[in-house]
């Protein structure tokens, strides 16, 4: 028994070790970026301050859009950053970084009045890592500089911890680590907006349902049963609240409510949806954003495709046989970094895609395919579900009516939905022995080696994204 109480701490320390590498690893890699760099990073951190302030809405003065006071030493240094965002030939001089550094809180004496539309829709329980690491830096007094690479710290340490507990629960395949490996994905996991807090808790809903839905098979997951629904319904609310588009996932409290027999997971499931559209349906009727120019409301908009489904349906189509969006969607979907202003070396995008192409053959596990539909079938139709959303909703909140194409949509958008398919090729047998089940010792020695050349493949690929990655950041960044 200490034996194996000595093992599960040595392990335990492993991970905390991992993590803390792969932490400073990401750290040391984000400083190649600067601040304020990656899209709406500016509204993010200014929402994270209210929040640290106990400002949970946002407000909408007459003539601006919605916003909040922000402290005016925070909003100069926003500001003198967002001068690079854009601009592929902008760099500031020695002495220009050097006055940024210098800025410090001004505290309650001056709070300017900034504009944020662009977080309204979030919940903003999900700026908690962000706001905790703001608040305490003022708190002790560092200047904000400073205050923005802990904050940077702690949201990567916090994305990443939540990764490794998702891989923990749920072995990931192939194809979902090679979709976390793309340059956009690293990109944006290394700084303090959302896309890798919510990447990751994605990450997490689909482990915990994958366990739910295991334990309705298993009697030696009876424990998971008192903490995973909860668990599940906080990430799935913190998610969709974050990611419109993401709302399908609500679906796995049904799926399980039918397979497990258990309808109070029904009643978890209708209260995750019910407190995510009544939110919605605030943020949507509240917000004023008006960067882009449009003569009807975000709620004029969703009554009008909802009672047209088929013209929706139509600008979708219009829009993926448009060649220069399929391709720009693709481009974007591997790394268009920084404002969009940032693209990767050109051959790149041909070989890590051919790349990811083989991470996708790769990921497909067909064991227990027929135990596991349950889980393969959700999270396939949560996938296809998502990828359509993005449309919508960038037709009722950033696409002018009438439209003949949607518009605002990057390749970005459909990482999460990507890791989804990718959770549906692999299945959901986690912790199984990579050889169980096969009927002799050739049989396993042929899976031995077919696993230790996806290793060195996934290695080879990880080592190219990342070649792409910093060989893009140092063409766009670099003095």
């Known amino acids: ?88 030939d902008f760099r500031f001089s020695a002495e220009e970084q050097a006055q940024l550094r210098q800025l410090t809180w001004q505290h309650d004496t001056a ?76 990109f944006q996991l290394v700084l303090p907006t959302l896309d890798g807090i919510t990447t990751a808790l994605a990450m997490v809903t689909v482990a915990l349902f994958a366990r739910l839905l295991q334990s309705s098979q298993s009697s030696n997951a009876q424990s998971d049963s008192c903490w995973s629904p909860v668990l599940l319904g906080f990430c799935l609310l913190l998610v969709i609240t974050t990611r419109m588009h993401l709302l399908p996932l609500a679906a796995m409290f049904f799926m399980l409510a039918w397979r497990c027999r258990r309808w109070s997971y029904a009643v978890w499931g209708m209260a995750v949806f019910l407190i995510a559209a009544v939110w919605l349906a605030v943020a949507v009727g509240s917000t004023v954003d008006t960067r882009i120019p449009r003569h009807h409301t975000t709620t004029e908009l969703l009554k009008t495709y909802v009672l047209a489904p088929f013209d929706f349906l139509n600008l979708l189509l219009n829009s993926w046989l448009n060649t220069d969006l399929r391709h720009f969607y693709g481009r974007s979907f591997i790394g268009i970094l920084g404002w969009l202003d940032a693209p990767l070396p050109g051959a790149f995008y041909a ?16 064991r227990d395919a027929a135990s596991d539909w349950a889980f393969r079938a959700t999270t ?100």
């Open 111 to 186: 709070r300017p009045y900034f504009e944020m539309p662009g977080t309204a829709y979030y919940l903003p329980l999900i700026y908690v890592p962000h706001a905790l690491a703001l608040r305490l830096s003022e708190a002790l007094g560092l200047r904000i500089h400073t205050s923005y690479q802990v904050t940077r710290f702690t949201v990567l340490g916090a994305t990443l911890a939540l990764m490794m507990w998702a891989c923990a629960l749920l072995r990931p395949g192939m194809a979902v680590l090679g979709f976390v490996l793309l340059p956009m994905t690293l």
């Open 1 to 88: 028994m200490k034996a194996v109480a000595a093992q599960l701490a040595g392990a335990r320390w492993v991970r905390v070790a991992l993590w803390l590498l792969l932490t400073c690893g990401g750290w040391v890699l984000s400083q190649a970026v600067p601040p304020m760099q990656s899209p709406d990073e500016n509204h993010h951190i200014a929402r994270a301050y209210l929040l640290g302030h106990g400002v949970w809405g946002l407000a909408a003065p007459p003539g601006k859009m919605s916003g909040g006071e922000v402290d005016a030493g925070l909003t100069a240094y926003i500001r003198q950053n967002m001068l690079m965002a854009g601009k592929p």
């Open 380 to 479: 396939l139709a949560i996938a296809i579900a998502s990828f359509v959303l993005v449309f919508f909703a960038l037709l009722i909140t950033w696409t002018p009516h009438p439209a003949q194409v949607i518009a605002g949509v990057q390749g970005r958008y459909f990482i999460v939905p990507a890791i989804l398919v990718g959770y549906a090729l692999h299945g959901s047998g986690f912790m199984r022995p990579i050889s169980s089940n096969l009927p002799d010792t050739r049989s396993k020695t042929v899976s031995k080696y077919g696993t230790s050349l996806r290793r060195l493949f996934l290695v080879a690929f990880a080592m190219m994204c990342m070649t792409a990655l910093l060989s893009c950041l140092h063409t766009r960044y670099a003095l």
């Open 351 to 366: 070989w890590i895609g051919w790349g990811l192409a083989f991470c996708v053959m790769g990921g497909v596990c067909l």
